[in-house]
């Protein structure tokens, strides 16, 4: 089983910083909060859906994190033309959402790998002003880094529900 199911250690962003070590600290934080909620599960609790009729799971969260790293950082900033991991080309299905057959530890690995590509395209940027842009619309790393702020706090709201439902266990 994959190591980022064991509780990671969170270091608390810091309150007085440059910009760039205060977004980058924040959004690692709230990585760390989707590890920590995933933490001590089996795959089939990871799997385990909210109530019908969402689709909704730990594992699906932690797959649909990996792919939105994955297009924020690399193909937008970094000018790449990678493609979902789990959504075919051209589908708008959410499919990494759909967890019923999913590889619990390559979901975790995915997902690592790509918050650690992540981590370098931001500490290769010279800064924060950088822009990529997606079809007609451009984009800062310092606005990416927001976003993705953003995007795991509230999914982690999602998390901190999905987890008090199958073991009770709350807060963080």
């Known amino acids: 089983m994959s190591d980022l199911r064991t509780p ?19 959004l690692q934080f709230q990585r760390d909060t989707l590890a920590l909620k995933c933490a001590g ?15 909704l799971s730990l594992l699906g969260l932690v797959r649909h994190a990996a792919e939105v790293e994955r297009g924020w950082f690399r193909n937008v900033i970094n000018g790449e033309r990678s ?4 959504t075919a080309a051209g589908s708008t299905d959410w499919a990494d959402f759909d967890v019923d057959d999913a590889d ?10 790509e918050c650690a590509r992540a ?9 924060l002003d950088l ?3 997606i079809g007609d619309d451009t984009y800062s790393l310092r606005y990416v880094i927001a976003h993705m702020i953003e995007e795991y706090a509230r999914h982690n709201g999602h998390a901190d529900l999905l ?5 009770g266990t709350t807060g963080e």
Do not use: N, Y
């Not at 493609?83 to 789990?86: E, F, K, L």
């Not at 981590?119 to 800064?127: K, L, N, P, T």
């Open 131 to 133: 822009c990529g842009s």
């Open 119 to 127: 981590r370098a395209v931001v500490d290769a940027a010279e800064s």
């Open 41 to 55: 599960l089996t795959p089939e609790q990871l799997k385990d859906r909210a109530i019908a009729p969402s689709g």
């Open 104 to 113: 619990v530890d390559e979901a975790f690995a995915v997902w690592k790998e």
């Open 83 to 86: 493609t979902s991991r789990w």
């Open 8 to 26: 990671p250690a969170r270091t608390e962003p810091p309150r007085h910083a440059d910009e760039r070590a205060t977004l980058t600290a924040m």
């Open 163 to 167: 987890r008090e439902r199958i073991d």
